[in-house]
Each structure stands twice: as C-alpha cells, then as structure tokens.
C-alpha cells in the first residue's frame, strides 16, 4: 500500500503544547501516537495521545471533539477502558482521528475546544502507563538476515542460515500472558541447563541472561478463521507500531530448543513500550523492501507485490543502551550498545502477516507481531548480546571498568527508536525499559 502524506506529516507545523516543538522530542504534533495510562490507582484507564511531555486525555474529550455525532464509531473507541475498539477502527476512521487531533493541537487552534482540552492535559511523569489492549496471542518472527546469520555462526559454523530462511519468514508463537509494559522490573528466569561436557542437566537461575532489540506491531482489523490476508491487503491490518524486548535465557534456550523451539527461555518476559506509533504517522518513512542479493531466491508469488517491494520497508533507528547498579551509583549516563534499523529486515511485516495466515491462521484486533532481533551488518549494530560478545567470548567493556558477557542483577536495559528524514519532523517511539532482578524464590503452598 503506497503511503500517503498530508498535511498533518507538514515540517512547519507547531503545537500549542510547547513541548511538542522541540527538535529532538520524540512526540511533536506530527506522531500523535496513542496509548492507555492511569491517573490514579482509583481511576480507571485512560486512552490517550502523547503530545510532547504530555498526555492528552481523549477519553475526556471525546465527546466534545465528536459532540455534533455522539454515535459516531471514533467517539464510542475512545469510550472505552482500553484501545481495543481503536484498533477496529478503519483506514479512513483512524485518518479522521489523526487529522481532528492534529487540528485540535495546532499552535493557531483557540476557541473553548482548546480551553477544555488544555484542561484535559496530563504530564507524563504524573501517570502510569499501561498494556494499550489486552493482547492474546504473541508470535516472533526472526526477521533479520545478519541475526539470524550471526547466531547461526555461533553454533552451526558450516551451515548458519537453515535452507527455509530465505524461502520464507521464521517465526515462532510466544507466551502472550508474560507481556509487560516498559519499567516493569522482572526477576531473573530458572530453568534446565546442560554445562559443556556434562551428561546431565541441572536446575537454576540462568547464567546467560539477554535481551533482544526488536519491533512490535500491533493488529488492527482481524482476518476471519480460515481466511487467508493476501499481501496486497496486509497492511490494511497493521495499526501501528511499538519497541519490543524479547528477554532470552541463553544456556536455557540452547538445552531445550530441540526440537520444538523456544519454550522457557522466552516466555518469562517480554517488554514492550506504552505508545503505538500509527502506520499513518510513519508514511513518510517508508522504504524499500530489503534488497536481495542476485542469488537469493525469489519470494513465492503469495509472498511478492510490487507495492511491497517499493515501500514495505521502514526506516526505524532502534538503540539499546544499558545502566548498571554501579553506572547508576554513579550518576553515569547508560551506555549504548547497539545501533541498527528496521531497513535491514529481510521480511518485511506485509510478508509476515501473509505467511502467519496463509494456513487460515486468524489473527485477532490487538495481536503483538514481533520483528526479532534487528541487527545490521556492522559490529555496532548488533541487536543482542549473544551476537556482541560472540557468545560471551568478547566482553563489551564499560565506562565504570566493569564487563558484561551477558546481563547481571541490577542491569538495566533501555530501547529507544526513532525516524528521521529530511523535509519531516522527527518521530520516536519512546522508551522501552526493564531492571533484572535476582531469581525470585518458589511459592509455599
């Protein structure tokens, strides 16, 4: 689907929310991306807009914003206690939402609707966000050629990329019911372990604790059972977009992955941030799809439409940064890992909402599609730890002095993204972050 600009993605438009008007704020006027938060632990969930350090209430303003049609489908989404009617809205309704609230918060809008709206403002800091819906199914793909290149190095030197790879996008189903917001804290996994040269396992907290920079995307309209999305629609069916860490237990994964797949290792945790960042905020971003050697295969018609090739890429910058115990002593600032983009996915998210339904698998409003680890070609674009530290081999040394192999108690991790382009604004994502705490004990009965 070709991307459409307008005037809500315009350079020079500002917000009276002066906040929103800082080059480097990750929610000017022209993301208006949206999520779920709480005021009060007494109060019930808000949906909301990010606008620079603030949060716009819409549940509050709804009916203002759509007074002249109180039955209107926008006025009764935001009704609700979470964004589970949202995502059901269509292309054309999530367009007239996105222009109202471009309208509402342009730099020139007064009249009593900003009076009121302005009272309905929120700092950031003064609430807690929350799941934006309910989510009930989670699959990670494996979508990054370097990743899946480089973890296959480490372990099947000779052969590092299986012969599906390249035939089709890779993914697995995740544990939906471990999906935590950013800031939420998570203890450290147990589980089975094999040591090197040991003929029997052994049960514990893991020993190769990492993270996973990746995408999330958000389902919007689902796809009935049995009824398969045909790429030319795929896109139809994204709302938007989140950070996501897929928190591993390396030395578990490695013991118990054959022959199903990852089971315990991933399914203690996974973090993703608070906003989504909507597919009409990102339309001045699109790229490419991947470009393919001259001697990869083809995808399979099912998998190939022109409009894809010509725009189903992303241009995401995604950054993860970690704070240790002794860093934060210290009052230093988090140190960055890694730096990569979205553009180096091989599959591009039309593709894998095709081949996730080309059985007559049907996704549902409110679906978490994972990306996997986004890593580039560089040794500083490297997604994980696992692929930065080859194995725990090559220790990533520290401005305290200090060395990590893999994540220790204490540590912190931060996901930030953003887009940029010249003639735009830039855009973020926010944070995604999470704090390793020790192994928690076992429930007494």
């Given at each position: 689907?070709k ?24 929610f000017?006027?022209?993301n ?52 589970e ?20 918060l ?8 900003r ?14 966000m ?21 973890v ?6 000779d ?9 089709m996008p ?19 996994p ?27 995307c ?45 089971f315990?290792?991933?399914s203690?945790?996974t973090?993703?941030?608070?906003w ?29 439409a ?10 995401f910058?995604?950054e ?24 180096e ?17 049907n ?18 674009a ?8 080859q194995?725990?081999?090559?220790p ?25 382009r ?12 999470g ?6 004990q076992?429930?007494?009965?």
């Amino acid at each position: 689907m070709k991307p459409i600009l307008d005037e809500t993605h315009d350079l020079e438009r500002e917000s009276w929310v002066e906040s929103a008007n800082d080059p480097d704020a990750d929610f000017p006027i022209q993301n208006l991306p949206l999520g779920l938060f709480s005021a009060d632990e007494d109060e019930m969930p808000a949906i909301g807009v990010a606008i620079g350090n603030q949060i716009l209430n819409l549940s509050e303003l709804s009916e203002l914003l759509w007074s002249e049609n109180p039955d209107d489908p926008i006025a009764d989404a935001l009704s609700w206690e979470s964004l589970e009617m949202v995502l059901l809205l269509d292309a054309e309704q999530r367009t007239d939402l996105r222009h109202r609230l471009n309208e509402l918060l342009r730099v020139d809008f007064t009249g009593r609707v900003r009076d009121v709206a302005e009272g309905c403002l929120i700092p950031m800091e003064d609430v807690t966000m929350l799941t934006p819906h309910p989510i009930e199914n989670y699959t990670d793909f494996y979508a990054s050629l370097h990743h899946a290149t480089n973890v296959g190095k480490l372990f099947r030197p000779d052969q590092p990329l299986l012969p599906n790879y390249k035939w089709m996008p890779i993914g697995y189903h995740g544990r939906a019911s471990s999906i935590v917001i950013r800031g939420t804290n998570l203890w450290r996994p147990c589980g089975q372990t094999r040591a090197e040269g040991a003929s029997a396992p052994t049960f514990g907290p893991t020993k190769v604790l990492d993270y996973e920079l990746e995408l999330g995307c958000f389902i919007g309209d689902p796809n009935p059972w049995g009824e398969r999305i045909n790429i030319e629609d795929a896109e139809k069916h994204i709302f938007g977009f989140c950070l996501l860490n897929d928190w591993s237990a390396r030395d578990i994964q490695r013991w118990e992955y054959q022959p199903l797949g990852p089971f315990l290792a991933k399914s203690f945790a996974t973090t993703i941030s608070p906003w989504i960042v909507t597919l009409e905020a990102l339309a001045p971003f699109r790229t490419a799809a991947f470009q393919r050697a001259a001697d990869d295969p083809q995808p399979l018609p099912y998998l190939d439409a022109p409009n894809d090739r010509a725009f189903g890429g992303f241009n995401f910058t995604v950054e993860a940064s970690l704070l240790t115990s002794q860093m934060r002593a210290q009052h230093l600032p988090p140190h960055r890992l890694c730096l990569s983009n979205a553009q180096e996915l091989y599959w591009t998210f039309a593709q894998m909402l095709t081949h996730h339904t080309s059985n007559g698998c049907n996704l549902r409003s409110g679906d978490l599609i994972g990306s996997g680890t986004v890593s580039g070609a560089t040794p500083d674009a490297l997604g994980c730890l696992l692929e930065l530290t080859q194995r725990g081999a090559h220790p990533i040394k520290l401005p305290t002095g200090e060395e990590r192999r893999f994540l220790e108690d204490g540590d912190e991790i931060i996901l930030r993204g953003w887009c940029e382009r010249e003639g735009f604004r830039r855009i973020g994502f926010g944070e995604c972050r999470g704090t390793i705490l020790p192994a928690a004990q076992p429930s007494s009965s």
